[in-house]
């Protein structure tokens, strides 16, 4: 049978081209009847790498020398998407000296020249939309200098995208690439003479896609934190612009905001940056509190589960567990079989995480961030609690659990959360509870882990897993994955772990149950990196050899952790290494 998924990429691919081409014929603005404030902000440091001639992408470091990088061979798919949506030009823009100008005028007239006529992997809706914006908001800084000849290419290659997007954005996968291809067009719209007709059907089509996109709760469907920062950050921008053009953003779209703005703000860890599951990261250094500020939503968080994610606080200390099903479907593409994970951060450093997105670091990486051993919670070992269907690392999530519970508790001087999944119950009659409190103080965290077969289905299925092992017991490990920054080393004879934070906080894990302590290697993979960085993870593995097995374990803070630290000394997330 015939691949329907290639030929239907293929057919979009296509159309694509035609309709890019098409949009040539689409009269050239005169000029800018408004211009939104820049409101994209880049990082100096990395405008600097650029004008030094690297160009650090998508997890691949290219030299580019005083060659434009449109000479330059991608290393991979992503790349190419990342040079042509032009992200990177924030960066040159935040640097802004005489030689970061030079350089980004060089780069973006030379991307007119080579791929104006509609080639190239930049016709798609979503970069489109994503490099409109960037031209718009940089505009004087693109033309400072520049004659006649290349601000008449500039108007024209705009006035071709934004044609391009009036025709194309229904073809922008539903999401974030979606959201991008719409805010695109109506910042053409509202900045270029000639396009604020297209301002009325974009605007109520994007309003449209937030109430179909975003849920009651203010979540995404992909439930990756990360994503639905950029999908906020876009709204915001849309919103603000139409405003600032005498417009008011449909209600649909006010409400989105007002929506999403709690649950991001119950997806922050106490160190300001996001949760980090199902393919997002922390986010860029201070973009989540630039886009609350700007959104103007009153400081709250959400009660209850946010996007499916369950938030522990007390003191200094957070700790966030993926509480819900996985995404399902094409929203899962990209989604982790992390249910019941959890991540831990005392102050301005985190402690416990996942191992992170693998997206950057080739197919391999991408598969094996997906499992369930590169998260932070208890599996059977070589089964992950969802399973990929086919499709590489890109498949969808398929087999996972089907019903996952969960529940808030309070307790004398601590919260909690018991949670449970049926992920290993088809399998092998097993059932995954969970259960974790934090003392109001932050400086104690208990766990308690069961593994457990309760019916007589899933005694008599457990009973046949077992019997393939030769009675032997079915194996588990529950993995604690430690930031790169953890300094942990095994202690007490064995049955502790003591970790320092950067900080100078100790806190020791303890444990209690027929399992082995074990301080393993592990990986944190981090976006901005050329490659993965080395880790550690703290591992208990044990047996299951009857219809109930048991695991608690603690970590706490040593008595002599003072209650406040001064932490001062805070690295940079990204970067070369």
């Known amino acids: 049978m015939p691949d329907t998924s290639k030929w239907a990429a293929r057919k979009t691919r296509w159309l694509n081209r035609w309709h890019a081409r098409r949009a040539r014929r689409a009269p050239t603005p005169g000029g800018f009847q408004s211009q939104p404030e820049p409101r994209t902000i880049g990082s100096f440091a990395k405008g600097k790498q650029l004008v030094a001639g690297n160009l650090m992408l998508a997890g691949h470091l290219v030299e580019t020398g005083e060659r434009p990088p449109w ?20 960066d040159l823009a935040a640097l802004g000296d005489g030689a970061a100008r030079a350089r980004a005028q060089d780069w973006t007239f030379g991307w007119i020249e080579r791929y104006s006529g509609g080639n190239g992997p930049g016709w798609t809706p979503d970069l489109a939309g994503r490099r409109v914006i960037r031209w718009i908001n940089h505009a004087v800084f693109l033309l400072s200098g520049q004659g006649s000849d290349h601000a008449d290419a500039f108007f024209r290659s705009l006035g071709q995208q934004t044609m391009f997007l009036v025709r194309r954005w229904p073809a922008a996968s539903p999401g974030l690439p979606r959201f991008e291809a719409l805010t695109g067009l109506i910042h053409a719209g509202l900045s270029l003479t000639g396009m604020d007709g297209f301002v009325e059907e974009a605007s109520t089509a994007l309003a449209r896609e937030c109430t179909e996109q ?31 053009s005498g417009r008011i953003a449909p209600r649909e ?23 980090r599951f199902h393919g997002g990261g922390r986010g860029a250094e201070g973009r989540l509190d630039q886009a609350l500020a700007t959104s103007g939503v009153r400081a709250r968080i959400a009660s209850g589960l946010a996007m499916g994610f369950a938030r522990l606080h007390g003191g200094r200390t957070s700790l966030i567990m993926d509480a819900a099903l996985p995404p399902r479907g094409d929203a899962s593409t990209n989604a982790h079989a992390s249910t019941l994970a959890i991540e831990i951060t ?9 191992c992170g997105s693998g997206t950057e670091f080739g197919e391999a ?9 590169s ?9 992950s609690s969802s399973r990929l269907g086919r499709g590489g690392a890109n498949a969808p999530l398929v087999d996972g659990p089907r019903r996952v519970h969960v529940q808030e508790t309070e307790g004398e001087g601590t919260t909690g959360i018991i949670a449970g999944h049926d992920g290993y119950v088809a399998s092998h009659g097993l059932g995954y509870l969970r259960q974790i409190e934090m003392t109001a103080d932050g400086r104690s965290v208990l766990g308690d882990e069961s593994l457990l077969a309760v019916s007589d289905d899933d005694k008599q299925a457990f009973l046949d897993a077992l019997d393939r092992t030769g009675l032997s017991g079915l194996r588990f490990d529950l993995r604690f994955h430690l930031h790169p920054d953890v300094d942990a080393a095994i202690d007490l004879g064995g049955t502790a772990v003591s970790m320092m934070l950067r900080s100078g906080e100790i806190w020791v894990f303890r444990y209690e149950g027929a399992a082995e302590l074990a301080l393993e290697p592990s990986v944190y993979l981090e ?22 097995t048991r695991i608690r374990w603690s970590l706490a803070k040593a008595q002599d952790t003072p209650v406040a630290l001064r932490d001062l000394d805070r690295d940079t997330a990204g970067g070369l290494p």
């Open 71 to 90: 000479d330059i061979e991608p290393p991979s798919v992503a790349f190419a998407e990342a040079l042509h949506g032009f992200r990177w030009l924030d």
């Open 527 to 548: 976006k901005g990196r050329i490659k993965p960085r080395a880790t550690k993870q703290v591992v208990l593995s044990g047996l299951a050899l009857d219809y109930a």
């Open 365 to 373: 990486w991408h598969k094996a961030g997906r499992a369930t051993p």
């Open 214 to 244: 975003i849920d009651a709760e203010g979540g995404i469907p992909t439930r990756n934190p990360e994503d639905l920062l950029e999908v906020f950050t876009l709204l915001n921008w849309a919103a603000l612009a139409l405003a600032e």
């Open 346 to 354: 005392s102050g301005r450093r985190p402690l416990i995480v996942s």
């Open 253 to 275: 779209h006010v409400a989105a905001i007002e929506r999403i703005a709690p649950t991001l703000r119950a997806l922050r860890h106490a160190d300001g940056g996001l949760a």
């Open 375 to 383: 998260h932070s919670v208890l599996g059977l070992r070589g089964v």
